[in-house]
C-alpha cells in the first residue's frame, strides 16, 4: 500500500512537500514515479526515480521546481514542489514499479504495480 500526505492549498510561488510512504513491502529497489491529475483532465507524469541509474527525471512542465528523493530508512518517497503555479493544481498520486523502471517507461502508467490515492494540491493566483 502506498499512502500520500502533503496536500494542501498554497499561494502561486509557494512550495509543498509530497510524501509517500509503503506499507508490507520495502521501496528500496522499486521505481518510482509521481503524477498528477487534474480535474477534467487526462493524468499527467510528473517525475520518476529509476531503479536503474538512481537518477531522478522530470517532465518539461515541472523541470527546475520540483525535486524527487527516497529515504529507504523510512520507506519513504517524497516530492518537493517550489514555485508552484495554479496550473500545478492536481491530485497527485506516487505509483511503484517492482520491476526495472529506464526513464523511457516512466511515463507510462502501465508500468507500475502499486498506486497511492492522491493527495489534492490547490494552487491558488
Known amino acids: 500500500q502506498l499512502v500520500e500526505s502533503g496536500g494542501d492549498l498554497v499561494h502561486s510561488g509557494g512550495s509543498l512537500r509530497l510524501s509517500c510512504v509503503a506499507s508490507?513491502?520495502?521501496?528500496?529497489?522499486?521505481?518510482i514515479g509521481w503524477f498528477r491529475q487534474a480535474p477534467g483532465k487526462e493524468r499527467e507524469w510528473v517525475s520518476c526515480i529509476s531503479n536503474i541509474d538512481g537518477r531522478t527525471y522530470f517532465a518539461d512542465s515541472v523541470k527546475g521546481r520540483f525535486i524527487a528523493s527516497r529515504d529507504n530508512a523510512k520507506n519513504t518517497v517524497y516530492l518537493q514542489m517550489s514555485g508552484l503555479k495554479p496550473e500545478d493544481t492536481a491530485n497527485y498520486f506516487c505509483?511503484?514499479?517492482?520491476?526495472?523502471?529506464?526513464?523511457?517507461?516512466?511515463?507510462?502508467?502501465?508500468?507500475?504495480?502499486?498506486w497511492g490515492k492522491g493527495t489534492l494540491v490547490t494552487v491558488s493566483s
Open positions: 505509483a511503484a514499479d517492482k520491476g526495472p523502471l529506464p526513464r523511457s517507461d516512466c511515463p507510462d502508467p502501465r508500468e507500475y504495480d502499486y
Open positions: 508490507g513491502f520495502t521501496l528500496n529497489y522499486f521505481g
